[in-house]
């Protein structure tokens, strides 16, 4: 958090003649991977990848964060069909294995002409159709198949009621994966806010590689580390609530009505850092035509997370090298 007091000084920079607070977002090492689900359609392909990344907003209460990372052309996918990359993040790659297992059984193997393929390359093997064979009762097939590059790759083709289901028999997990790039926006009226938030989120998520898990990639509920309540992970960060802004500790002026944040996580933290600039920039564009009072960040005094991305690095026009 920012030092008691900061509110009344709120930034020492200015981005579009929006005020930017010299602080940093503090995010942490994660597992990822990446999985290309296709289908006949757009639409199915859609359908599909909608389902998995449901209830994937935090690890904190979901087991994983999850999201749609790009729509693939049939020229894109390994089947020559449309298809959908997906990212998904955990704490670590056990939990992820166990997450992934759960989401392709129920949301992709149950999707009507869904495939499914790893959509990242990595050093640790996550197996994947190598346990969801397991559905086919016996009857499924091994089957090694030479992807783009002619290298043999093996699948599963798992018998189901409208022909049979091809999955990789294994996924990989990245090192180097980020989770919980953030920015804060702190506005005057709800409506305008969201709108400039909306307009952050899409230059945010045009970072390949990068996802927002939270709801239209917006989060009302931003919080803190623990709590005054006994065993609490988590609960909402009371220094950026307007409702509580006469209590010691705010961070917020007193013409700051709402609150929203985005929330980034990426296979790298280059894309983090990038993914945040877009955002940032985008915000503050947006920001003085819908009465954006200052962007900020969340941060723990550096005691979460390793990775520290400071908004004066963010505020040049040039992308993250």
């Known amino acids: 958090m920012t030092e008691p007091g900061r509110a009344t000084e709120m930034a020492d920079f200015t981005l579009n003649g929006i005020r930017v607070v010299d602080t940093f977002a503090e995010a942490f090492d994660v597992a990822g991977t990446a999985i290309i689900v296709t289908n006949d359609t757009p639409k199915w392909a859609m ?25 693939l052309s049939p020229e894109e996918t390994p089947d020559g069909r449309p298809g959908v ?20 059984g129920q949301c ?16 640790t093997k996550i197996k994947l159709g190598g346990a969801i064979r397991y559905f086919g009762d016996g009857f499924a097939v091994a089957k090694r198949l030479p992807d783009a590059q002619g ?7 798992v018998p189901v009621m409208d022909g049979e289901f091809l999955c990789e028999d294994s996924v990989r997990s990245v090192d180097g994966a980020v989770g919980g790039g953030n920015l804060l926006f702190l506005g005057r009226v709800h409506s305008e806010t969201l709108k400039v938030a909306e307009i952050a ?7 390949p590689g990068a996802i927002l898990p939270f709801p239209g990639g917006i989060v009302r509920s931003g919080s803190k580390v623990g709590g005054r309540t006994k065993g609490m992970m988590a609960s909402t960060n009371d220094a950026y ?39 940032l920039h ?40």
């Open 85 to 104: 990359r997906i990212l998904l993040f955990g704490f670590e790659p056990n939990g992820l294995k166990d997450q992934l297992l759960k989401r392709v």
């Open 151 to 157: 290298k043999l790759r093996r699948y599963w083709r």
């Open 201 to 207: 989120v899409e230059a945010a998520k045009s970072v």
């Open 47 to 71: 359908i599909a990848a909608t389902v998995m990344t449901g209830f994937a907003t935090s690890v904190i209460g979901c087991g994983a964060e999850a999201g749609i990372d790009a729509e």
């Open 282 to 321: 985008a915000a503050t564009q947006a920001g003085e035509a819908h009465g954006l009072i200052a962007v900020t960040a969340g941060n723990y005094g550096g005691n979460l997370g390793r990775h520290h991305y400071h908004l004066k690095d963010l505020l040049g026009e040039a992308p993250i090298a």
């Open 108 to 123: 992709i193997l149950t999707c009507p002409g869904t495939a499914c393929y790893a959509g990242v390359e990595g050093p």
């Open 241 to 279: 609530c307007p409702t509580l802004k006469g209590r010691a500790g705010s961070e917020l002026p007193p013409e700051c009505g709402v609150v929203l944040e985005i929330v980034i996580d990426a296979l790298t933290s280059k894309a983090v850092a990038e993914s945040m600039r877009r955002g």
